[in-house]
């Protein structure tokens, strides 16, 4: 196939990844998207002309060397494949599975001008679980050990790839997290139907393997100060993600059966209640009953996607604006829809109604209307005067978005933070107003994806790096 | 790690751990809490700090065995660990010279009450201690109370021990006594901070408690923990768990602590057995 003409690879259909059937899936947690066999894995990566200047790499927030490692896939070269990606990706396993690729690789490939873009995103997935499944995760070279020490705080995409990027260099690396287990987002935010934990449990053995050292239960601020790390580090990376979940600030919200979807993913990922009792942690009981979703991002779609998969009987997203406006990855929409997950549009909750006992009843709606558009260039919803509507609902899980989390600032006073806490940093460099101190992720930028917090701490550790090389220069 | 050095009852159901940890016991402050987790499918339950040893490296925890995770961390012994254990977390206790502070703990919550009198004492407070209880077994700390404290009235329900009454019955004869009150510290079960928050407002005593909601993170993450202060929104575990008492919807914190009231019964009931045979085996 290695010498297609360019009209050949044009008529090869885009390859679909194959998928639990969506009656099947709803019913259990294990992954929707099942990966691309190797023929397929090839015909798809023979969909891609190699152009002279690819569009695609632009499209990536880390520059993965995209057509490179698509030509390796196409002589099957799998395992140089996956040294490619990770030359500027250390969790290709992670962002091939929840990159929103259509906005970014796959939006600018050439392709997607004609007709669909080369499944750039389903490829990653594929090599990276080829090299995890077949060899194991290998591991680069390892610079000679500079005798530096670095620590990182927080064990999610930013910390992890930071962690990765830095022991390579030669550097020692502590990580710290607060919780119990390590991964951070990728474990107690994202369901395992969409990244199993054994994905993330690879990667952090395979850092774990190369020395990097990790410290759970361990709550910077609180437990260690950023001062006191100083002391005994040369350089500390903030990566402590998002923080406290923002509520909707209308009456009823603190009725029992109303949750943040911070809370409501925690319980099921991270403290498996779904498992209830034979793990510990209890969860409203689902069965049977009619949850309301308001949000309408990946988080919004993970926490409707796993209310039907708890037994759920109506699930519904409500969600301000129209469905072009939903910020959600296209693919998780879909599988929503496939699922039986009901889309109610142009609303916003405006009471939770609950009964004497402190029950979540209804919801009070108010219906909305597309005005001009706003500062994130989205047109406003405006309230339709005098139209709204009563909805009877069990339960209710606000997926708004995240603040920041006040640990650090408050307990490091030199740190700068703007008016919503997050951290400032020179974007370049990662630096923070603290000399030593580097921070990147959502901590910075408010709830944002994957890739950006794992392009964050890389930036962050060749910045750290540069620092370590020059301790003298802030 | 997170050993268990010394663990007993002081009361049926209430059980004293110290245990090693000496990043906890060096950073503590009166007031602030750690996460603790009893097994690798536990659940992450919130437990104040009731003392600390910074030189020794423990910290104290004291538990009310109520429900599965409390039952099963009270069959812990001496050389047992806990799976997790994460802190200091929380805000430190407001601890100042008030003038006269009256440091009043219900059950279990006398544990949570007793490191800000002995903080309160050496801000140089004259503290009189109110531990309270349903009868004389119930009534924790009373001895630990006096070695800090200028005055302990031990109360029960029963009469069995002490003043026979409620914390608030014996805080209002304190005050109808004349006795000058500059500040009231409470922790215990949400009614009798209420009571004893309505006691105050109406003399307008400066008072504290301690709000115990169902947390899961601990850390600032989930939400779980909101409660409504001032009719703001608060996160109990990091703008907490100290609030002013007469600022506390009790009433909306009440209905948010029985969310999984039948849960916790099912969770209980379907572990009782395996309990009561692990106990068996331990004193086998």
């Not at chain 1, 139907?193 to 759970?216: H, I, N, S, W, Y």
Request: hydrophobic fraction near 40%; include cysteine; aromatic fraction near 6%.
């Amino acid at each position: 196939m290695a010498d297609l003409t360019l009209k050949e690879r044009l008529n090869i259909p885009r390859q679909h990844i194959p998928e639990q059937d969506p009656q099947e899936r709803v019913r259990n947690f294990q992954e929707v998207n099942l990966g691309y066999d190797e023929e397929t894995a090839v015909l798809e990566a023979n969909r891609c002309i190699q152009c002279k200047k690819p569009q695609c790499v632009d499209g990536c927030p880390v520059l993965v060397d995209i057509p490179e490692f698509i030509q390796l896939v196409v002589e099957r070269r799998f395992r140089e494949a996956a040294a490619v990606i990770k030359k500027d990706n250390t969790l290709p396993a992670v962002c091939g599975r929840v990159c929103p690729q259509e906005v970014q690789c796959e939006a600018t490939c050439v392709l997607s001008k004609r007709g669909e873009p080369v499944a750039i995103g389903h490829l990653e997935r594929y090599v990276a679980d080829w090299e995890r499944e077949h060899i194991g995760i290998q591991i680069p070279e390892k610079r000679e050990p500079t005798g530096k020490r670095v620590a990182v705080v927080g064990s999610g995409p930013a910390g992890l790839s930071c962690a990765d990027d830095l022991i390579l260099m030669g550097h020692a690396v502590t990580v710290f997290e607060a919780l119990h287990a390590l991964g951070g987002v990728l474990v107690y935010g994202i369901p395992e139907f969409r990244l199993p934990k054994a994905v993330v449990q690879a990667e952090v053995d395979a850092l774990d393997q190369f020395g990097v050292e990790f410290r759970t239960n361990y709550i910077i601020g609180f437990t260690e100060t950023v001062d006191e790390l100083l002391a005994r580090f040369d350089a500390v990376f903030l990566g402590v993600g998002a923080g406290l979940p923002y509520f909707l600030d209308i009456p009823g919200e603190h009725l029992n059966g109303v949750y943040s979807a911070n809370e409501y993913l925690t319980r099921v990922n991270l403290m498996k209640a779904y498992d209830f009792p034979r793990s510990d942690t209890p969860m409203f009981d689902m069965q049977d009953k009619n949850v309301a979703v308001f949000g309408g991002g990946n988080t919004a779609m993970d926490v409707v996607r796993t209310s039907l998969r708890l037994g759920a009987k109506r699930a519904v997203i409500m969600y301000r604006r129209t469905e072009a406006e939903l910020p959600a990855r296209i693919e998780e929409v879909i599988h929503a829809k496939e699922e039986g997950v009901e889309f109610m549009l142009l609303v916003s909750p405006i009471e939770l109604i609950g009964d004497e006992n402190g029950w979540l009843t209804s919801v009070r709606l108010q219906h909305m209307e597309l005005g001009a558009p706003d500062a994130s260039g989205r047109r406003r919803p405006l309230p339709i005067e005098g139209q709204t509507e009563e909805i009877p609902i069990d339960a209710a899980v606000i997926a708004i978005g995240n603040g920041s989390n006040p640990i650090i600032p408050q307990t490091t006073p030199d740190l700068e933070v703007n008016r919503w806490g997050n951290i400032i940093v020179d974007s370049q460099t990662m630096r923070t107003s603290k000399k030593g101190v580097f921070a990147g992720g959502d901590i910075v930028t408010g709830g944002a994806t994957v890739i950006l917090a794992m392009g964050a701490g890389r930036i962050a550790a060749k910045s750290i790096n540069d620092y370590l090389n020059h301790p003298d220069v802030w | 790690m997170n050993t268990i050095v010394e663990a007993r009852f002081l009361g049926p159901d209430t059980k004293l751990l110290r245990i090693v940890a000496p990043p906890i016991a060096r950073k503590r402050k009166p007031g602030q809490f750690v996460i603790a987790r009893v097994h690798a499918e536990g659940e992450r339950i919130p437990l104040t700090i009731a003392d600390a040893d910074a030189e020794q490296g423990t910290i104290t925890l004291i538990v009310l065995g109520i429900g599965k995770t409390t039952k099963l961390i009270n069959t812990l012994e001496a050389g047992d660990c806990l799976e997790d254990l994460a802190g200091p977390l929380g805000q430190p206790s407001d601890i100042q010279n008030f003038g006269t502070a009256v440091c009043i703990g219900g059950g279990v919550g006398t544990a949570v009450v007793f490191p800000i009198a002995k903080a309160l004492k050496s801000a140089g407070n004259y503290v009189i201690s109110i531990a309270g209880g349903r009868d004389a077994a119930s009534v924790i700390l009373e001895n630990e109370l006096r070695q800090i404290s200028d005055e302990v009235y031990p109360t029960t329900d029963d009469g069995s021990h002490g003043f026979h009454g409620l914390v608030t019955d014996k805080l209002q004869e304190l005050i109808d006594a004349g006795q000058r009150i500059d500040y009231v510290f409470a922790s215990g079960p949400v009614p009798m901070m209420q009571a004893v928050a309505a006691i105050t407002a109406r003399y307008e005593i400066k008072t504290g408690v301690s709000l115990n909601p169902i947390m899961v993170d601990g850390t600032g993450m989930c939400g779980g923990c909101r409660a409504l202060v001032n009719n703001q929104t608060v996160f109990v575990c990091v703008d907490g768990p100290e609030f002013d008492a007469h600022q506390v919807d009790f009433d909306t914190l009440m209905l948010r602590n029985r969310m999984y009231r039948e849960q916790e019964e099912a969770s209980l009931d379907a572990h009782q057995c395996k309990l009561e045979a692990h106990a068996d085996m331990r004193r086998a």
